[in-house]
């Protein structure tokens, strides 16, 4: 056992740049082995050419300085070391906990508010454990690393001879360890190396080279030219396919240039008189600004409104229109008969919606909306128990039945554990969905999904915070007709529920400074909100002892309830209808619950270590499925459950390590974490099990078809839904979905966090998904849903080619067509949403 001394600084500063450097590399190598290994083999040594210099420069300076000079090497350069420990130990903790690598752009940026800060501590643990034992094996090391670097250098520097050699440092035995030898064989291995990295190819190897800590300075993703500019598919769009436009339905004749987005608007429909709520644009800005004094004074005032909280928000007036007869992707079905049963329901009685209150579910799979014994998450539960007796089982169903009973009742789909909840009264309920994708796995791009109707910006994080959406989201129509009534007062305004004002509140117990939310909310035009900051001021109106944080976003939802009460109150009061959103937030990481919530273990003993991050998630399910019921509760209290929509949807799914091997949703493109679970709940909508291979871009659109086809709008206002439900992407759920039309399919697109890594593509009428990088960051993946619905055997590739080959052996040729088709229109895709969010990359 060799008793390590105290090292000079310069040894044990190289010793921990050395190590931690590897360590990374190796990591990060290790990473990437789905590439063949004979390959990552071959180009093994090129990989390491940035440490290698990094290792040599700092050596030099640590060992050719004198004095002064010394000092300021010694600082620098353990400023170096320092942060690469931190880094490395970083990136093993993310690691360890996500099973994905961290980027370090993205760590910036979550790291930029407190919450994030605390988001990225919460792998502390981890963290200071790599920490601890790479700082020792350096120290153990210090010696043998100085010692080969300074045998290897000298020998080939000749520095052995040189004077300053006698004068440094160094270790004095050196001079007959220098042998000409190592010269030789540095520069084989240097000319092999460069021979390598010459004819290596640049995707994905490239990005393999990047060393610590160069990496976490400049790392810009490195974006794949895309060159698809107009519709890849020019054969869809055909004259043949052209349709009229009729009535309400506003024609669909797209063509190769952007003439129709550019003028889109400037044929006004009646109602787009008078001031309109910012996200109309493309009815109030007209291009040639012919001095229609209405529209162009207010389109002042909106750019003065937004100019006040933000700059960029209208910076440039908007010349680029989504329209909807222009969009070579756009399927329609409303003219297709809304499904049966709620026609037949509709003729039985009125189904009367006065109020909305949609529901956000943090992380909500499908799969726990409700937990079924058909699911394979009930298999991996049953697999973890060894010694099963029918008694044993009995207990096992016993306990799962009471993680999602409200979400079965809810939905009326049973679970199968033995019946929990009341079942009478099946008939009525609502439609629940299977089959629903989340457009994006980043909660806040999925909000803007799921109140918008449109795509987001792929793009990293909430550029969206700063920009009008393109399409008015469901405040703003609200807004519009409020707008409408305040212009033209009916004598009735309060008396007739359709004459009301609506009135548009957002509510959750967390916080609202992560990732600018609330600027987002205010953007999307709520009048009201709560956050957890509007909860734990001493002042505020239920502050009690004990609050206790949840998670480092904030506060379990039950804490909002006095709150939301009031709201409602308050809102029913003033003789208004209720547009109420609530964003649930107790099944987020690390999945906390309130200190006299009683915690079951779900798993069995087997292998029971690997399940905890599974079994805290059914817990929080467990909790939030009880609030749901609480929530239901307030609705019914207030005495508007009768007339009252309820939409419960996902903001996105959530992988774990029961799902593969990345768990959680950042740059993962699995499909659990894109199963959402959409039910549209109305105590007197017929009880409908559906299933749509559809996405939650159909949700406002749908929600305006059940507005205006329950009689639930005036007929002003159900002219205008009317008119508008035609202007989105998504078709209504209400009807029956078209899965292809003319040979264009209902494509499904998902943008995964962060944004602008990866896209998920897909389409109802095939059975395939693709995950399209969007960078030379990440790979090409291909699943078959039919044959693998729960993707284990994903196909990977770093090229189309690569990948569409491997497609077409175990999947055949259509798949393999469609795989390349996929590519190409995700592409435009990408590039259309960056036009229509005004958009342009940085040069
Ligand atoms: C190394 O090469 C130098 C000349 O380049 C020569 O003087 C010296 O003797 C050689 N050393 C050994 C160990 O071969
Ligand atoms: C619109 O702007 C013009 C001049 O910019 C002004 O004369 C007019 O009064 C404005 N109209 C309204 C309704 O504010
Ligand atoms: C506006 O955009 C610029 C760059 O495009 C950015 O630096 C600035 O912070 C933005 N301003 C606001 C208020 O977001
Ligand atoms: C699930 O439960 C239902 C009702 O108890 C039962 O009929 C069915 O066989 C069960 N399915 C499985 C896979 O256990
Ligand atoms: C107001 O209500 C009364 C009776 O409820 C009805 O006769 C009248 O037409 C309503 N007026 C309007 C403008 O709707
Ligand atoms: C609600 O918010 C919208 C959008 O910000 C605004 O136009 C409207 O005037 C507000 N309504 C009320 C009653 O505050
Ligand atoms: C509560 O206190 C904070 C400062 O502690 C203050 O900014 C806020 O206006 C107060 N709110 C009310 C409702 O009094
Ligand atoms: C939805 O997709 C799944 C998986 O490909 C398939 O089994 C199912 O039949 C599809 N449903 C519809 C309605 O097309």
């Not at 990473?31 to 990094?54: K, M």
């Not at 002064?68 to 350069?77: E, H, N």
């Not at 206790?548 to 809102?571: H, Q, V, W």
Request: hydrophobic share 40%; with cysteine; net charge negative.
């Amino acid at each position: 056992m060799i008793v390590p001394r105290f090292h000079q600084p310069q040894r044990l500063i190289l010793s921990v740049l050395v190590l931690s450097g590897l360590c990374s590399k190796l990591l990060h190598i290790y990473q990437h082995r789905s590439l063949p290994l004979s390959l990552l083999a071959l180009y093994f040594p090129t990989f390491f050419i940035q440490e290698i210099l990094l290792f040599v420069t700092v050596w030099i300076l640590l060992y050719t300085t004198t004095g002064r000079w010394s000092v300021a090497a010694v600082i620098g350069s353990a400023f170096i070391a320092c942060t690469d420990l931190l880094a490395t130990s970083s990136q093993v903790s993310f690691y360890s906990q996500t099973g994905s690598e961290i980027r370090w752009d993205a760590a910036r940026s979550v790291g930029a508010s407190r919450q994030g800060m605390n988001l990225i501590l919460s792998g502390l643990a981890p963290m200071v454990a790599t920490a601890t034992v790479i700082s020792v094996a350096s120290w153990l090391a210090a010696q043998g690393i100085w010692n080969l670097m300074s045998r290897w250098l000298c020998s080939l520097a000749h520095l052995g001879d040189s004077k300053i050699y006698h004068q440094l440092p160094g270790p004095s035995d050196l001079r007959s360890l220098v042998s000409n030898k190592s010269r030789l064989w540095t520069m084989v291995a240097s000319g092999v190396t460069i021979g390598l990295w010459l004819i290596r190819p640049a995707v994905p190897y490239n990005h393999m080279t990047g060393a610590l800590p160069f990496t976490m300075l400049g790392e810009h993703s490195r974006a794949r030219r895309i060159a698809i500019e107009s519709f890849p598919l020019p054969e869809l769009l055909n004259e043949e396919f052209r349709e009229p436009a009729s009535g309400h339905y506003k024609g669909w004749a797209p063509t190769m240039d952007d003439l129709g987005n550019t003028g889109y608007g400037n044929e006004k429909p009646f109602w787009a008189q008078g001031p309109l709520p910012a996200a109309f644009e493309r009815w109030m800005v007209s291009p040639e600004a012919e001095g229609s004094g209405s529209a162009s004074n207010e389109t002042v005032s909106v750019s003065d409104k937004q100019d006040h909280e933000n700059q960029n928000a209208t910076a440039e007036p908007r010349h680029y229109f989504y329209n909807p007869s222009q969009d070579p992707m756009r399927i329609s079905n409303l003219d297709l008969e809304p499904l049966a049963p709620l026609q037949e329901a509709l003729k039985d009685h009125a189904i009367p919606i006065n109020h909305i209150v949609f529901v956000f579910l943090e992380s909500g799979r499908k799969d726990l909306f409700p937990l079924k014994n058909t699911s394979r998450l009930y298999s991996q539960i049953r697999d973890t128990y060894e010694i099963y007796s029918e008694e044993d089982e009995a207990d096992l169903h016993d306990k799962l039945s009471q993680i999602t009973p409200i979400a079965e009742m809810l939905t009326g789909e049973e679970s199968g554990f033995g019946s929990s909840v009341d079942s009478s009264n099946t008939e009525l309920g609502g439609l629940s969905f299977d089959g629903i994708l989340s457009g994006s796995s980043l909660s806040a791009k999925s909000r803007l999904v799921n109140y918008c109707g449109l795509g987001p910006l792929p793009v990293d994080f909430m550029h969206e915070n700063d920009i009008i959406p393109y399409q008015p989201c469901l405040m703003h129509i609200l807004d519009l007709f409020n707008k409408r009534k305040s212009l033209a007062p009916s004598e009735n305004a309060t008396s007739e529920p359709l004459e009301r004002e609506w009135e548009a509140i957002y509510a959750q117990s967390v916080t609202g400074e992560f990732q600018d939310q609330t600027r987002l909310i205010d953007l999307l035009g709520f009048n009201q909100s709560l956050y957890s900051e509007d909860i734990d001021m001493e002042n505020s109106t239920y502050f009690h002892e004990g609050m206790e944080k949840i998670n480092y976003f904030g506060y379990a939802e039950t804490e909002a309830r006095p709150y939301i009460k009031d709201m409602i109150d308050e809102t029913l009061r003033q003789n208004k209808r209720l547009f109420l959103s609530h964003f649930t937030s107790t099944t987020h990481h690390p999945w906390g619950t309130p200190e006299g919530f009683t915690r079951e273990e779900y798993f069995g003993e087997l292998h029971k270590s690997q399940h905890e991050h599974m079994d805290g998630f059914l817990n929080a399910n467990r909790f939030v499925d009880t609030w749901l019921g609480d929530l239901m509760k307030l609705l019914n209290d207030a005495g508007i459950a009768d007339e009252t929509l309820t939409v419960f949807v996902g903001d996105h799914g959530q992988a774990f390590g029961e799902d593969c091997p990345t768990t959680g949703t950042y740059h993962n493109p699995h499909i659990s974490n894109f199963r959402v679970p959409l039910l549209f709940h109305h105590p007197l909508l017929p009880r409908m099990h559906l299933n749509v291979n559809g996405s939650a871009v159909s949700i406002l659109p749908t929600i305006l078809d059940l507005l205006v086809h329950t009689n639930s709008l005036n007929q002003d206002d159900a002219e205008i839904a009317l008119d508008l439900m035609n202007e989105y992407e998504g078709q209504s759920l209400i009807r029956p979905y078209r899965t292809s039309h003319n040979g264009r399919e209902a494509w499904n697109m998902g943008v995964i966090n962060a944004g602008g890594s990866m896209l998920s593509v897909g389409s109802a009428a095939v059975p395939w998904r693709l995950n399209l990088p969007l960078n030379n960051d990440f790979e090409y993946r291909f699943t078959h849903l039919d044959k693998d619905p729960y993707e284990l055997e994903p196909i990977t590739g770093w090229t189309m080619s690569a990948l569409a080959a491997e497609v077409h052996s175990r999947h055949g040729p259509e798949a393999f067509e469609w795989a390349q088709k996929a590519e190409k229109v995700g592409l435009w895709w990408v590039m259309e949403r960056k036009k229509l969010w005004n958009y342009r990359d940085p040069a």
